[in-house]
Nanobody, 129 residues
Framework: QVQLVESGGGSVQAGGSLRLSCAAS????????MGWFRQAPGKEREGVSC????????YYADSVKGRFTTSRDNAKNTLYLQMDSLRPEETAMYYC??????????????????????WGQGTQVTVSS
């Protein structure tokens, strides 16, 4: 059983930065792709950025390209999301996800992405204007 703990969320002003971390335990993560999803109040959960097992391939939602950077450290069993130039509309709960389908379905369906996978509890990001 994989357990994920996100951290690094908080409140920032528009244009500010945050770095999210997702620490995993229970299994080595180098067998899985990983990613970040977010859900704003009243909205569907969406894939923000996902990364392949090796870390060689990354996906970014169009809205975050050039501002967000995702990376993983398999030796530390940790996933990161550096978020720069944050916007108020990006206020949401951010979730870490791990699983064999996360990267494949990141842009398509969070439900499919989480098949046979795991979620963290989420970390809140609030961006004020």
């Amino acid at each position: 059983q994989v357990q994920l703990v996100e951290s690094g969320g908080g409140s920032v002003q528009a244009g500010g930065s945050l770095r999210l971390s997702c620490a995993a335990s229970g299994a080595p993560l180098d067998n899985y792709s990983m990613g970040w999803f977010r859900q704003a109040p009243g909205k569907e959960r969406e894939g923000v950025s996902c990364i392949s097992r090796s870390g060689a391939i990354t996906y970014y939602a169009d809205s975050v390209k050039g501002r967000f950077t995702t990376s993983r450290d398999n030796a530390k069993n940790t996933l990161y999301l550096q978020m720069d130039s944050l916007r108020p509309e990006e206020t949401a709960m951010y979730y870490c996800a791990v699983g064999p389908n996360v990267y494949l379905y990141c842009a398509i369906s969070w439900q499919y992405a989480l098949r046979s996978g795991y979620w963290g509890q989420g970390t809140q990001v609030t961006v004020s204007s």
